[in-house]
């Protein structure tokens, strides 16, 4: 029997090296990596594949490797894409995951971080166009607006933001931003890296990425 994406999230022990590694950062003052950005990577990245046409057990590797994607920060930020594949691949074989599947999966994850991504496979294409399109002010944790950094303030200052696929060619990044707190430029010179690596992951799902920040095409 496969091991399904609701295998994982009902995993006491994967919950915990999530719930360990937010804590990590949130120690160290990054935004929220918790459950509800694990979960909405899995979502995303599992819905890119949905509308390209591919098959039910693809967007469900998606979905598992966007709810492990993150847990080697419970070891450190530094090379956590790696550390959690290493993790990822322990757990995985440990429950009896096919081994062609599991790879898939460990392959995604280490190679989603921006210092050493690439979009190896569709999962990881996926998975690294729902990372990097998580930008919402619900992340942040600092309560005081007077002492956001810029990675707070472009956090703050989106207030809405989706992922949709258009006609099978277009892979579009929908964001409301509220320029009162920042910049689009602003938004540049923290995300212009993960936008260029979007494109990339797009263009191995065969199609283009596209950036449209307050209704107005930016990319």
Do not use: W
């Not at 190679?111 to 569709?122: G, L, Y």
């Not at 990425?209 to 930016?218: A, D, E, P, R, S």
């Amino acid at each position: 029997m496969h091991l399904t994406y609701e295998d994982i999230r009902k995993n006491d022990e994967i919950k915990t090296y999530i719930k360990k590694a937010d804590e990590s950062l949130s120690a160290m003052g990054f935004t929220e990596h918790s459950f509800a950005h694990v979960t909405r990577v899995a979502q995303i990245a599992s819905e890119i594949l949905d509308e390209l046409d591919y098959s039910d057990r693809d967007q469900e590797l998606a979905s598992i490797a966007g709810y492990l994607h993150d847990i080697g920060n419970v070891v450190n930020r530094n090379d956590h894409g790696h550390t959690g594949a290493v993790m990822a691949f322990r757990i995985l074989d440990k429950l009896n995951m096919d081994p062609e599947e599991t790879a898939t999966i460990i392959t995604a994850i280490g190679n989603h971080d921006e210092k050493s991504a690439f979009p190896v496979n569709s999962v990881a294409a996926a998975l690294m166009i729902a990372d990097k399109s998580d930008v919402r002010f619900t992340r942040v944790r600092n309560t005081d607006i007077a002492s956001f950094d810029i990675h707070d303030r472009v956090n703050y200052a989106v207030k809405e933001s989706k992922v949709s696929v258009i006609d099978k060619k277009i892979i579009e990044l929908r964001l409301k931003l509220d320029t009162t707190v920042c910049s689009v430029m602003d938004y540049f010179e923290i995300f212009l890296g993960r936008m260029v690596l979007c494109r990339k992951a797009a263009e191995k799902l065969n199609c283009q990425f596209k950036l449209t920040i307050n209704g107005q095409k930016v990319i």
